[in-house]
């Protein structure tokens, strides 16, 4: 078994990107250190170029991410840790593989079509190839599970398909189709603001999503105005399809607890709001306010977790160039 995941250098990482990946990725570096695999996690600073951020902004979001993935419990002596723009083998069989890629296969990705709106021509290509690097991160590795949210489920089939491609036209069996992991509990966490779109790092407003580095103060205000109805918490989830806000909170309360929703809907039903938000928020508070204390203390020494990210590309490019190799050959290429 080998795990590979990565996110994006983008901003902040949030709760979503917490319950739905980084918990799982912490859970399964312990998994492999049994099982005898290994755990590949990095920052997807190359695919931060379909997005225009400052570079200077860039570099440090970056250091920062990777000190929150420290924060939460990614273990660099269990896990290999990188950035991506130091394995130069995820570019390079990227552009194998946009040999193999169809152009039909890249135009049906939804975040494509979300990202790039009306002004497709304006769209950068980056932004259409985005998920061919995607598959280059994966199967450069070889790597059999990939812990993602339920919104990397459509990227991870196409990578599945460009392996399945790859091997068939050149005769091989290099690639391993990829298999996803979505956690049960928390496949996709919603906007605070809006209980029918996704808790993301591009949402203008901050207040749809609680940061890793929010304050408990701030964690708490943001709970509080979280968007829900004047009903009270029913005893079934059955009882919430249609409260799509009231759903969302007590799904992240049953993940953050690590207990079922009914659980937590045996709990609560009957209160209304008032008085669960509350404890919403004082259960995400002890959740979060030791990953963000952690985190200021690892920010004191960023040129330390510059080092450990050096270290982990290491180890990465030592696992990738194998592979690369391989496909390098497969193609006939003289390199
Ligand atoms: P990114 O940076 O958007 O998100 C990182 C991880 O967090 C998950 N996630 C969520 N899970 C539950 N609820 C949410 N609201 C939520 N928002 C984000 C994402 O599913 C993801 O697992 N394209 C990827 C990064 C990437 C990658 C890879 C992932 C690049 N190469 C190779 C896996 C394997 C992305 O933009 O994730």
């Not at 250091?63 to 939460?72: F, G, K, P, S, Y």
């Not at 059999?144 to 392996?163: C, M, N, S, W, Y």
């Not at 091997?167 to 069996?173: H, I, K, L, Q, T």
């Not at 937590?264 to 030791?290: I, R």
């Amino acid at each position: 078994m080998r795990i590979v995941s990565g996110i994006q250098t983008t901003g902040n990482l949030h709760l979503g990107n917490y319950l739905g990946a980084i918990r799982q990725w912490v859970a399964m570096q312990d998994d492999m250190q049994a099982e005898g695999g290994e755990a590949l996690f990095f920052l997807a600073d190359l695919h931060s170029l379909t997005v225009a951020i400052d570079p200077a902004e860039r570099a440090a979001t970056t250091i920062e991410m990777a000190a929150t993935l420290l924060a939460a419990g990614i273990d660099p002596d269990r896990s290999i840790l990188f950035n991506q723009a130091r394995v130069s083998a995820h570019a390079e069989l990227c552009w194998v593989l946009q040999g193999t890629a169809r152009m039909g296969w890249l135009g049906r990705m939804t975040q494509w079509k979300d990202k790039a709106g009306k002004n497709r021509d304006g769209a950068s290509v980056g932004l259409f190839t985005y998920p061919v690097l995607q598959a280059a991160d994966i199967l450069v590795y070889r790597g059999t599970h990939v812990p993602v949210g339920d919104d990397q489920k459509q990227h991870l089939e196409l990578a599945r398909d460009i392996a399945v491609k790859f091997n068939a036209d050149f005769g091989v069996d290099l690639f391993v189709p990829p298999e996803p992991f979505i956690s049960p509990a928390a496949p996709r966490i919603m906007s605070l603001r809006d209980g029918t779109a996704k808790m993301s790092k591009s949402d203008p407003s901050d207040a749809s999503r609680i940061n890793l580095t929010d304050s408990d103060d701030a964690i708490a205000q943001k709970m509080r105005k979280a968007r829900t109805d004047p009903g009270q918490l029913p005893e079934t989830m059955a009882e919430l399809v249609d409260r799509p806000e009231a759903r969302n909170l007590v799904t992240i309360y049953a993940a953050l607890a690590g207990i079922g929703t009914d659980a937590v809907l045996a709990e609560h039903a009957g209160q209304g709001f008032g008085a669960f938000k509350p404890a919403l928020a004082d259960l995400t508070v002890s959740v979060l306010g030791p990953i963000r204390e952690r985190l200021v203390r690892l920010l004191d020494d960023r040129a330390a977790v510059g080092v450990a990210l050096e270290r982990g590309a290491d180890k990465a490019r030592a696992l990738a160039e194998p592979t690369l190799r391989a496909a390098q050959r497969a193609t006939g290429l003289q390199v």
